[in-house]
């Protein structure tokens, strides 16, 4: 086994693939235990590349340590299948490691822009309820005796929001009702019944 993997010029595969491997899963370790990785570190490069950089996901670029390791990992197990077990020789197993990994790499980046534009998607500010038809979730108090609690849809995902009115009875639960005004600051909103 140990021929296999580090015999001839097989290392030249098999180091980067286990590097790679092995820092992708310390990353996954840290990130399921809650860490932001403790073996983060930046990369300051002076390079104008014409990107928005308020654009969710730039964090995780072409030179960053997860595509960089991932570079790695397609780069070293595709290689070393091309080099054991294609009959190309050493140039070509290279030449398909080269290109699996800035394929992987790319793959990577892609994902994790992808998966952070959708948890960006679901950021609402509690002024983009105003205007809003909700529904009554936790029935609302007349004006002054608590709150209550709606549901509403904004940017095509449901949002709970604590709830207020200024009328004199009380809104019972299911009731459709229309957002007046949003406090940002306490993350309530002001809700009247809808005709």
């Given at each position: 086994?140990?021929?296999?993997?580090?015999?001839?010029?097989?290392?030249?595969?098999?180091?980067?693939?286990?590097?790679?491997?092995?820092?992708?899963?310390?990353?996954?370790?840290?990130?399921?235990?809650?860490?932001?990785?403790?073996?983060?570190?930046?990369?300051?490069?002076?390079?104008?590349?014409?990107?928005?950089?308020?654009?969710?996901?730039?964090?995780?670029?072409?030179?960053?340590?997860?595509?960089?390791s991932a570079f790695f990992m397609g780069y070293g197990w595709i290689g070393f299948a091309a080099y054991r077990f294609l009959s190309v020789g050493f140039t070509g197993a290279a030449v398909i490691a080269v290109v699996a990994g800035v394929g992987v790499?790319?793959?990577?980046?892609?994902?994790?822009?992808?998966?952070?534009?959708?948890?960006?998607?679901?950021?609402?500010?509690?002024?983009?309820?105003?205007?809003?038809?909700?529904?009554?979730?936790?029935?609302?108090?007349?004006?002054?005796?608590?709150?209550?609690?709606?549901?509403?849809?904004?940017?095509?995902?449901?949002?709970?929001?604590?709830?207020?009115?200024?009328?004199?009875?009380?809104?019972?639960?299911?009731?459709?009702?229309?957002?007046?005004?949003?406090?940002?600051?306490?993350?309530?909103?002001?809700?009247?019944?809808?005709?």
């Amino acid at each position: 086994m140990m021929d296999i993997l580090f015999g001839d010029l097989a290392p030249w595969f098999t180091a980067p693939a286990l590097l790679g491997t092995g820092f992708l899963m310390i990353q996954l370790v840290l990130g399921e235990l809650g860490g932001d990785g403790a073996v983060d570190f930046d990369i300051d490069l002076d390079i104008d590349l014409e990107m928005n950089a308020d654009h969710p996901g730039m964090e995780f670029g072409i030179l960053s340590i997860q595509s960089i390791s991932a570079f790695f990992m397609g780069y070293g197990w595709i290689g070393f299948a091309a080099y054991r077990f294609l009959s190309v020789g050493f140039t070509g197993a290279a030449v398909i490691a080269v290109v699996a990994g800035v394929g992987v790499a790319w793959f990577m980046v892609y994902m994790l822009r992808s998966f952070l534009k959708l948890q960006n998607n679901t950021n609402v500010s509690i002024s983009q309820a105003v205007g809003l038809v909700g529904e009554v979730y936790v029935s609302v108090p007349p004006s002054g005796e608590g709150k209550g609690e709606i549901i509403l849809v904004i940017n095509q995902s449901q949002h709970n929001y604590f709830a207020i009115q200024e009328g004199e009875e009380q809104i019972a639960t299911h009731t459709r009702v229309r957002v007046v005004r949003a406090d940002a600051a306490s993350n309530i909103i002001v809700v009247e019944p809808t005709p």
